[in-house]
């Protein structure tokens, strides 16, 4: 088999509740497995559903994976214009079209470019009937699911490439044990066998070989926790062993209650909560998203008290930005532009220069930034950060931003 660096993950797991990996002491951190084994064979599923559909094209077969496991509950999802062009298919029109021809029903605002165009209704009659439904999935291990196939099809080595190399990487993926091993499955389509090497040369695969592969560990977050094999466990004595704990002092994540959260909030807030939850770039564990979307943030609404060690560093953080809330605000859009959504303080100080282990000095930041006009927020809602109206009146606004009434609402569940 042909290694090309990398290796096995250092933490080999069986995702509990929170879907992360324990990691030995001494031993490099690795990204929490968004899949446990029940979400990873549903993953498997809906991959089989799709390979067995009459669509020859891998873009067609790509739209369809995105599709059915947003319909996969009902037999009707939701798709955005921006859901549509994200997925670079070349010529959308013709694989919409493809789908329609099987009986999926869905209209011509899906190739609507507006960013705040309502999402358009995508029915597919196969997955609305009650006996035999070819994707039984319940709510959390669909929302799970369809979160898993976003992050991976964003992921760094090969959000750019071919339709065929990243539903190639989804079924790599999907079909990976704890270890990162993987088989190729018998129902890969051709074009995505042929694109295998172009997996390995992104960095999306660490080795590939007689039918044969390991995922390469940046991506290992999105193996589908297959279970290994007796020739694999044979081969690989940590395969299926370990524990999953991750324990934030003050916050116990429970995965239940978590997707009961996003259940309840409003479309516009469980979007938001999403798009940072499965922000490939962020790449953060569920726990900590859920802790700062249910628990009460910092909030930069009074001026927060300095010592004397801590007005220093303000300061001489201050005398090198002169030009720091023309900075910040231009920050927040590029950010926004490339995660899908706005910074955490810690993420935009980090971003202006300022040291992430200062927590009061960075609260203090934020604080005069928005205070100054140059920054602004929804108000108990993380990861929201937009420039304010000083920088607007400068010129400094999010592309095509939103108004008043498509903007994350301030109101928790």
């Known amino acids: 088999m042909r290694r090309v660096g990398g290796g096995v993950p250092q933490s080999a797991s069986t995702p509990s509740s929170s879907n992360a990996t324990a990691v030995p002491a001494g031993k490099p951190q690795a990204l929490p497995f968004l899949l446990t ?28 994976v995105v599709v059915a496991i947003r319909a996969a509950r009902g037999g009707t999802g939701n798709l955005t214009g921006t859901d549509l062009s994200a997925l670079r298919l070349g010529d959308p029109r013709e694989v919409v079209d493809a789908l329609r021809g099987l009986g999926w029903l869905m209209g011509d605002t899906i190739f ?6 309502p999402a358009t209704p995508v029915t597919v009659p196969d997955l609305a009937r009650e006996a035999d439904h070819p994707l039984p999935f319940g709510k959390a291990v669909r929302s799970r699911v369809s979160g898993w196939t976003t992050r991976a099809l964003s992921a760094k080595p090969v959000r750019k490439l071919p339709p065929a190399a990243r539903l190639a990487a989804l079924f790599a993926a ?13 129902d890969l389509p051709e074009a995505c066998r042929d694109a295998l090497p172009d997996l390995l040369a992104k960095g999306f695969l660490a080795e590939l070989a007689d039918g044969r592969y390991r995922l390469d560990p940046q991506v290992g977050h999105l193996a589908g ?3 290994p094999t007796a020739q694999e466990k044979a081969a690989d004595p940590e395969a299926g062993t370990g524990t999953s704990t991750i324990v934030t002092p003050g916050f116990d994540f429970n995965a239940a209650a978590w997707t009961q959260w996003k259940d309840a909030a409003t479309p516009a807030l469980r979007r938001h909560a999403e798009s940072v939850e499965y922000c490939a770039l962020c790449a953060l564990g569920p726990e900590r998203v859920a802790m700062a979307f249910t628990l009460p943030p910092p909030r930069p609404s009074q001026q927060p008290s300095l010592d004397g060690r801590s007005q220093t560093a303000y300061k001489r953080w201050k005398d090198a930005h002169p030009d720091r809330g023309p900075q ?23 971003g202006l220069g300022s040291r992430p282990d200062l927590r009061e000095v960075n609260l203090f930041i ?8 140059w920054l602004t927020s929804t108000d108990q809602v993380p990861w929201t950060l937009r420039p304010g109206p000083t920088a607007q009146d400068q010129g400094i606004t999010l592309p095509q931003r939103r108004s008043s009434e498509t903007t994350v609402p301030a109101a928790r569940p």
């Not at 609507?112 to 165009?117: G, K």
């Not at 934020?366 to 006009?373: D, K, S, T």
């Open 37 to 64: 084994p029940q979400q990873g064979a549903a993953a498997r599923t809906l991959l089989s559903y799709v390979a067995a559909l009459p669509l020859p094209d891998p873009g067609q077969q790509l739209l369809a």
């Open 328 to 350: 910040a605000a231009q920050f927040t859009v590029a950010f926004r532009a490339e995660h899908g959504h706005g910074p955490s303080f810690r993420q935009l100080c980090k």
């Open 174 to 186: 999907a079909h990976s044990t704890s270890t990162l091993l993987g088989q190729i499955p018998p």
């Open 225 to 227: 926790m297959r279970p």
């Open 366 to 373: 934020v604080h005069r930034l928005v205070a100054n006009g």
């Open 112 to 117: 609507s470019s507006d960013p705040v165009a």
